[in-house]
Each structure stands twice: as structure tokens, then as C-alpha cells.
């Protein structure tokens, strides 16, 4: 479970990012964080992978205390998150397989563990057939779905994603979507923070909404998740 109770973060140019937000996200939920650019959202995110820190306020995700957590338990923490992001983040020189294996070895998986699960992970994903291809080899879509795999590979109990759909046209962006979709009816927990008004109100689902800072929607819209 994910809570987030009264936080707010006020940057040291004395940008008020968030303020006074609370929100409660249960385990095995699906939802978007929507908002426009500045509206909080990428600030929220980074307080989640504990990339900054809030300025008051707790944040607790299963059952990790993050204000409490000491700096040498963040990789370990960070394990457990699965981040999917808008510009990939590939590596250019390794195939579909040693992309996804990466975050394997990472951790210090045994080699018989990566061969076994690299394979599942990218049936999963809908990639098997293309495990040797190059980034550059594959359209964007794909590439999204390689960065996907990896963000699961460790099987996370929260997987976040940062405009996963920023890069892609239409047709793909809805495809990654009911990707995560069939990713979260398997269990895990997925928050997705997007601009795109358009992908929200197709797929439906809890949106989230948030505006210079603060908390202006909760609210489920139907649409093709969750079999609306």
C-alpha cells in the first residue's frame, strides 16, 4: 500500500511543488496521476523512488517509512519499485535479452535464474521472438516494452511509470497501457503519471488528478481497464 499523508515540498527557489497532499493507494491498484506540466506530478514521483525528499509530511509504501529510512536501505527499497520512464532508458549497445537481464545481474542474480526468467519476462511483454535485436532495431513501442520487461524482471511490488505513452503515437500508447493493465490484474500494484487527457478518458479506470500542487480530482472513470 502506498500513503501519502500531508505532504508537501517547497524547493529552494521557493517553488510550493506539492502541498498538503494526501493520497491512499492500496495494493493491487491501478491508477493515473494526471496533471498538467508543474502541476506536482515528476515531484511526487521522485518522492517515491526517494530521489527527493519531502518538506513535511509522511510517505509510507509497503510498510517502508521513507522519511525514517536510512540512505544505505534505498537500493534495497528501490528493488522493490519497478520504474518504467518516458525515454526508455535502454542500453543502445546490448540486445532485448541483456537489457532485461541487466537488472538481473544488477542484483546478483545467478545466471540460471536469468536464463530462466529473461524468457518468461519477455513472453510476458509479447518480445520473445525479438530477444537479439538492438534497440535501434525495434519501433518505439517496442522499445517501451523492453523497458517494461526490465522493470519487472525483479518482480516488483509497485510498478511506477513517468509518461510511459509520452513517446509514442496513439495506437502504441494504448497498447502500453492494456500492457500494464494485464500486468496489474497479475497482482502488482501500478501508478501512472500522464498529461495525456486523451489515453485517460479511453482507458478509464482511477484518475487522480493533480493541479499547482494539490489534490483537485479522486475520482473512477469508466473506460476498457479493469473490464469497464
Known amino acids: 500500500m502506498i500513503e501519502i499523508l500531508d505532504v508537501c515540498k517547497t524547493y529552494e527557489t521557493g517553488n510550493k511543488a506539492l502541498r498538503n497532499i494526501d493520497i491512499a493507494i492500496d495494493d493491487g491498484e491501478f491508477v493515473f496521476i494526471m496533471g498538467r506540466s508543474g502541476s506536482g506530478k515528476s515531484t511526487l514521483l521522485k518522492l517515491l523512488i526517494k530521489e527527493a525528499e519531502p518538506t513535511s509530511g509522511q510517505i509510507y509504501v509497503n510498510d517502508w517509512d521513507l522519511q525514517k529510512m536510512r540512505r544505505r536501505s534505498v537500493p534495497k527499497y528501490?528493488?522493490?519499485?519497478?520504474?518504467?520512464?518516458?525515454?526508455?532508458?535502454?542500453?543502445?549497445?546490448?540486445n532485448?535479452?541483456?537489457?532485461v537481464a541487466f537488472a538481473?545481474?544488477?542484483?546478483?542474480?545467478?545466471?540460471?535464474?536469468i536464463r530462466e526468467s529473461v524468457p518468461q519476462t519477455l513472453k510476458l511483454v509479447g518480445l520473445s521472438a525479438k530477444y537479439k535485436y538492438l534497440p535501434k532495431q525495434l519501433s518505439g513501442g517496442e522499445q517501451q516494452r523492453v523497458a517494461i520487461a526490465r522493470a519487472l524482471i525483479n518482480r516488483p511490488e509497485v510498478l511506477l511509470a513517468d509518461e510511459p505513452t509520452g513517446n509514442l503515437d496513439y495506437e502504441n500508447a494504448v497498447e502500453i497501457i492494456q500492457l500494464l493493465n494485464d500486468i496489474n490484474r497479475l497482482g502488482t500494484t501500478v501508478v501512472v503519471v500522464t498529461h495525456s487527457q486523451e489515453i485517460v478518458e479511453q482507458m478509464g479506470g482511477r484518475v487522480i488528478t493533480l493541479d499547482k500542487g494539490?489534490?483537485?480530482?479522486?475520482?473512477i472513470k469508466g473506460g476498457y481497464l479493469h473490464g469497464d
Do not use: H, I, K, Y
Not at 538481473?104 to 535464474?113: E, F, L, M, T
Not at 494539490?214 to 475520482?219: Q, R
Open 214 to 219: 494539490c489534490v483537485v480530482g479522486d475520482e
Open 78 to 94: 528501490r528493488r522493490t519499485l519497478g520504474m518504467v520512464f518516458q525515454d526508455f532508458r535502454l542500453l543502445n549497445d546490448r
Open 104 to 113: 538481473q545481474r544488477v542484483v546478483g542474480a545467478p545466471s540460471r535464474a
Open 96 to 99: 532485448v535479452f541483456e537489457n
